[in-house]
């Protein structure tokens, strides 16, 4: 089996306490030719010992995700 390669994408850290800080990272990997997955984990009291939710995107779902952020959101991606 291939090993798949995540790219960090995005770090950031939130406080949701006076003492306590929580970390998330977003990172993305190629899958397969056509699709990617978007992984993001969240560190902290918030995510008791870490959670991380995964999701795999198709070359030509990721087109459409694209187009619709372009159209309903405005986004300029």
Do not use: C, P
């Not at 995540?6 to 406080?15: S, V």
């Not at 970390?23 to 997955?37: G, M, P, T």
């Amino acid at each position: 089996m291939t090993e798949i390669k995540y790219y960090k994408i995005g770090e950031d850290r939130f406080k949701i306490s006076e003492d306590e800080v929580a970390r998330r990272e977003l990172r993305v990997a190629k899958v397969s030719d056509d699709v990617i997955q978007i992984q993001e984990e969240v560190h902290g009291i918030i995510a008791l010992v870490g959670a991380t939710s995964s999701v795999n995107i198709k070359k030509e779902e990721f087109k459409e995700l694209v187009k619709l952020v372009r159209e309903e959101f405005g986004w300029d991606v």
